[in-house]
């Protein structure tokens, strides 16, 4: 079992920065795979970022968010972030961040393949 809980969200204007965080509780934090998403109202929850277990085969974003968002983890503090810079209207929603173990490389982009998931924090960017 694991628990996640995000934090960070809230209100930015065009242009400006936001860190989400993402903590877990349980075991083996190293051993999961951890992504966000988001979904904004009407629309379904859409693939923003993920990133492996040690992190050292790396992680990769969305081409929507590509050169504005980075993804990182410290498995000491069993925690991910969500570095988002140039924020633009059109990434408003509620982040969610999810965590699996049992992902490989084609199903990494899909909500249904982990098991875990945060109650979600709300970006809005607006003026």
């Known amino acids: 079992q694991a628990q996640l809980v995000e934090s960070g969200g809230g209100l930015v204007p065009p242009g400006g920065s936001l860190k989400l965080s993402c903590k877990f509780s349980?075991?083996?934090?190293?051993?999961?795979?951890m992504g966000w998403f988001r979904q904004a109202p009407g629309k379904e929850r859409e693939f923003v970022a993920v990133i492996t277990g040690s992190g050292r085969s790396g992680s990769f974003v969305a081409d929507s968010v590509k050169g504005r968002f980075t993804m990182s983890r410290d498995n000491a503090q069993s925690t991910v972030y969500l570095q988002m810079n140039s924020l633009k209207p059109e990434d408003t929603a509620v982040y969610y961040c999810?965590?699996?173990?049992?992902?490989?490389?084609?199903?990494?982009?899909?909500?249904?393949?982990?098991?875990?998931w945060g109650p979600g924090t709300q970006v809005t960017v607006s003026s």
């Open positions: 349980g075991h083996s934090f190293n051993t999961y795979t």
């Open positions: 999810g965590g699996g173990r049992r992902l490989i490389t084609s199903t990494l982009r899909r909500p249904s393949a982990y098991d875990y």
